[in-house]
């Protein structure tokens, strides 16, 4: 059962533009959603965040949407650069019982074309 | 100041066999957390320890277990190894565990399980 989605594996932009990373998700019980990025041989980078109490975060060139209604949240980047090049991960985080976990999605490639 | 390390980088192994994989947190940082990465998939998460103690688990078998020492440092170990256990396991730290936008990841190490 994947609770957290990433339906696109890859996402081809031009620098310059645009880049728009999707994700869905099912559980009601995520308080907290991150966005990881991810180069080849290297672990996860934390790229952005927001919590389930907004609709909105922006950080620079990076901003993230949380949709709670349709469980869905988006990451933008604009503009895209070469240097965004990587694997994007979507994570979201539930507690329980005083445990906590992360959840991650399959990951969407992005390639930033120049 | 050093980041997350993570021993070995890679490593071989047969079905049947035990292996230890080890991990120092960025120093400062009291919670680890180690999730196990399949190709063409987001790493999952196996467990979380915080303080020495055990803060969440994942849905592993008992062949998996980890622990915790007084400066931090983790180990992850896995008993009778099977082939789908061929994988990037990811080790990450965090000051508390609570906010996972401060969760830092290490390179991995890359198990293969012949």
């Known amino acids: 059962d994947q609770q957290v989605k990433q339906n696109s594996p890859s996402l081809s932009v031009q620098e310059g533009r645009i880049s728009i990373l999707n994700c869905d998700y099912t559980?009601?019980?995520?308080?907290?959603f991150l966005w990881y990025k991810k180069y080849p041989a290297e672990g996860p980078t934390f790229l952005i965040s927001?919590?389930?109490?907004?609709d909105k975060n922006e950080d620079g060139r990076f901003t993230v949407f949380l949709n709670k209604s349709a469980k869905h949240l988006s990451l933008h980047i604009v503009p895209s650069q070469p240097g965004d090049s990587a694997v994007y991960f979507c994570?979201?985080?539930?507690?329980?019982?005083?445990?906590?976990?992360?959840?991650f999605g399959k990951g969407t490639k992005l390639t930033v074309n120049p | 100041d050093a980041g997350v390390t993570q021993s070995p980088t890679h490593l071989i192994k047969t079905r049947g066999q035990h292996v230890t994989l080890r991990c120092s947190p960025i120093?400062?940082?009291?919670?680890v957390s180690w999730y196990q990465q399949v190709l063409g998939q987001g790493p999952q998460f196996i467990f979380q320890?915080?303080?020495?103690?055990?803060?969440g688990r994942g849905n592993f078998p008992d062949r998996f277990s980890a622990r915790q020492f007084p400066n931090y440092s983790s180990e992850l170990n896995v008993n009778a190894l099977l082939l789908g256990d061929s994988a990037l396991y990811l080790c990450?730290?965090?000051?508390?565990?609570?906010?996972?936008?401060?969760?830092?990841f290490g390179p991995g190490t890359r198990l293969t399980v012949l």
């Open positions: 559980n009601s019980m995520f308080d907290y």
């Open positions: 994570a979201a985080r539930v507690t329980q019982g005083g445990s906590e976990k992360l959840v």
């Open positions: 927001i919590s389930s109490i907004k």
């Open positions: 320890y915080y303080e020495k103690e055990e803060r």
């Open positions: 990450a730290s965090s000051l508390t565990g609570i906010s996972y936008n401060e969760q830092f």
């Open positions: 120093s400062g940082h009291k919670s």
